[in-house]
């Protein structure tokens, strides 16, 4: 009985275990994932920015779009009136 | 007979040459679209896109004038003429990314109008533009146009200060040096002109205006060189980005 009941607790402490290295790789891929996106999301953001520059839009304009384009970018809810802000 | 004949040839040539000291060029411009990758594209870079081309189409609407007189001239956006799409979101911003040139070919003086933080009056000379002239041609509308290309200062925010390309097609039928913005000095007149994504063109040449022609040399602002104004600009780098955009 007891030694039943010291393998029941020992398979859950190994599937805890395993639980909590499962779940810690998936927060380490997930967190490299994001770092990933987010040096995407500044290259993308410096093109946009350069592309207004192009269209001759002025600094202080383009440092605004660039701002909400980053944000919705890596994941912030940003609506296209958000970026129509920047151009009044 | 023959002297006279070339003395007359003569007089009515140099008519034309005066005759052509004083007008308005109208000019418009055609803006490059942006593209997106539907499929691999974010959605961020597809609102971008979109919107950017509808500013475009605002851009497109909008004339611009040169309006000249002997040895003056003035480029700039006639904001109470220019109300096509003036309801437009966004119809502001692109009105006044037009700024104001200035040219006097007697001093040499170019002045562009910079309305910021502060107004800036950032003042270059005209032999600060040096022109490659090749022997390209084509034609455009009914003019003959040669190409001429040049390399000039300037700055965007992530690029810091830069030489930016210019080419001009210009007609040297049409005898007056002078084109949009502040390029001119070249034989002609420039016909069309591409600066990075706008591409200026020539839509009515008025040489017998039946209105004034008003150049008033801007003087409220603060004068400055252009290397000093564009020392007042900040760059964007990946280093600083945080400091200017997120983190």
Not at chain 1, 58 to 85: L, R
Not at chain 2, 89 to 109: A, E, H
Not at chain 2, 111 to 127: A, C, F, H, P, R
Request: proline share 2%; with cysteine; net charge neutral.
């Amino acid at each position: 009985m007891a030694t039943k009941i010291l393998e029941i607790m020992r398979n859950r402490v190994f599937n805890l275990i395993f639980a909590l290295l499962f779940i810690g790789s998936l927060t380490s891929m997930s967190h490299y994932d994001n770092s990933i996106s987010r040096g995407d999301c500044v290259e993308a953001t410096f093109d946009a920015m350069e592309e207004m520059q192009d269209l001759g839009f002025c600094d202080e304009v383009a440092g605004c779009v660039g701002n909400y384009h980053y944000a919705e970018c890596t994941g912030w809810p940003v609506t296209i009136e958000d970026y129509k802000s920047c151009l009044e | 007979m023959k002297i006279k004949t070339c003395c007359l040839f003569l007089l009515f040539t140099s008519f034309i040459c005066f005759s052509q000291t004083k007008g308005r060029i109208v000019y418009r411009v055609v803006s490059q679209k942006l593209t997106y990758d539907k499929d691999n594209d974010t959605g961020s870079r597809q609102a971008f896109v979109n919107l950017m081309n509808e500013m475009s189409k605002i851009r497109d609407s909008i004339a611009l004038y040169l309006d000249f007189e002997d040895q003056e001239s003035i480029f700039y956006v006639d904001r109470n003429t220019n109300i096509g799409l003036s309801n437009n979101t966004g119809y502001q911003s692109v009105i006044k990314s037009f700024n104001l040139y200035y040219r006097n070919n007697n001093s040499k003086v170019l002045i562009e109008k910079i309305i910021s933080d502060n107004t800036y009056l950032v003042n270059s000379k005209t032999y600060d533009i040096e022109w490659d002239i090749t022997n390209e041609k084509k034609r455009i509308g009914n003019y003959i146009c040669f190409k001429a290309t040049t390399n000039v200062l300037a700055h965007k925010l992530t690029k810091g200060i830069y030489k930016k390309h210019i080419e001009a097609w210009f007609c040297p039928d049409i005898s007056i040096s002078l084109g949009p913005k502040n390029y001119g000095g070249l034989p002609g007149l420039i016909i069309e002109l591409k600066d990075e994504k706008l591409t200026y063109y020539v839509k009515a040449i008025n040489l017998k205006p039946d209105f004034q022609i008003m150049i008033d040399r801007p003087s409220k602002g603060k004068l400055i060189s252009k290397e000093d104004y564009f020392a007042l600009k900040p760059t964007i780098t990946r280093e600083n980005f945080k400091e200017y955009i997120g983190d």
